[in-house]
């Protein structure tokens, strides 16, 4: 029974497909770009880390205006940070670079304007294939995990940590742990709480694009994206020993989930694309 189930939706799919693709011819994509990114919720500020977007996808019509686009690609993603002074601390605060390799699935709809303007919306699946980190250029030992920080010593019953949205909140989840309220709270917490060390392995965006066409099967392309979920959550302090949590006036939260944040300028060569055009006009005379 549960087999006719999955084969049922199925079925009619095929029943229907040859209706919605009457006349019309499936188009393969081809993409090669480059990525200006950051990670929200870091210490790194503006668009900074460079790059490289590549891969294949198919275009596949609904409507005379309306396509569905399936891709798979290569991501590079991160963030980036030159030495620096940071006047706010009087610390020397070095150089900070993250690369984050992803191979990427997105599924796009896009809408079309007389065969030439495009606008599209969709989502993505990432799996990171690559990760480096690197503070004061040195490599760290970051890995793949949850990305959430945990108790050092965690025992049955401790509070989740991951409920936590700012300073208030850990301390709050610190002292109804047991923790005297008479502790000094940021110095408790790095003799308690371990930092994370790990980026999720999986990430979802949203995605935003916009297409113009060039010439007979060149487009260029500016996408937009942003993770749905957070990539990492970690804690800041004041000094590099990380001894002295953050507090919540400072510049940056002790406590901060971080999001990818991308944008992409790529060009997209289209097979097939004369072809679907000439059966789109035959099949408007023919009706």
């Given at each position: 029974m549960k087999r006719f189930r999955i084969l049922f939706p199925l079925l009619?799919?095929?029943m229907v497909a040859p209706t919605l693709l009457h006349a019309q011819i499936v188009k393969g994509e081809l993409?090669?770009?480059?990525?200006?990114?950051q990670v929200d919720g870091d210490e790194c500020y503006r668009f900074r880390k460079l790059g490289v977007h590549a891969g294949a996808g198919a275009l596949i019509p609904i409507t005379s205006w309306m396509d569905i686009g399936l891709e798979v690609l290569f991501n590079q993603k991160g963030a980036y940070k030159g030495d620096s002074i940071n006047q706010h601390l009087g610390l020397y605060t070095g150089t900070y670079k993250l690369n984050l390799n992803y191979a990427e699935i997105p599924v796009m709809v896009y809408?079309?304007?007389?065969?030439r303007y495009s606008?599209?919306?969709g989502v993505s699946y990432g799996r990171i294939v690559g990760?480096?980190?690197y503070v004061n250029g040195q490599s760290t030992a970051i890995r793949l995990g949850d990305g959430q920080i945990h108790w050092r010593n965690e025992e049955a019953g401790f509070p989740d940590l991951s409920q936590a949205t700012n300073g208030k909140e850990l301390t709050k989840l610190l002292y109804?742990?047991?923790y005297p309220q008479d502790a000094p709270i940021e110095e408790l917490v790095p003799q308690v709480i371990a930092n994370s060390d790990s980026y999720r392995a999986h990430d979802f965006n949203i995605c935003a694009d916009m297409r113009v066409r060039l010439w007979e099967g060149i487009h260029a392309e500016l996408r937009y994206q942003y993770s749905l979920a957070p990539i990492r959550t970690r804690l800041f302090y004041k000094d590099v020993n990380e001894t002295i949590l953050k507090t919540d006036d400072s510049r940056v939260q002790p406590i901060q989930r971080q999001y990818n944040n991308s944008i992409t300028l790529r060009v997209v060569y289209l097979f097939n694309e004369r072809r679907a055009k000439s059966n789109k006009e035959a099949s408007k005379k023919g009706q």
């Open positions: 009619a799919f095929l993409f090669l770009g480059g990525n200006i990114t809408l079309t304007d007389k065969d606008l599209g919306v990760l480096q980190e109804e742990a047991g």
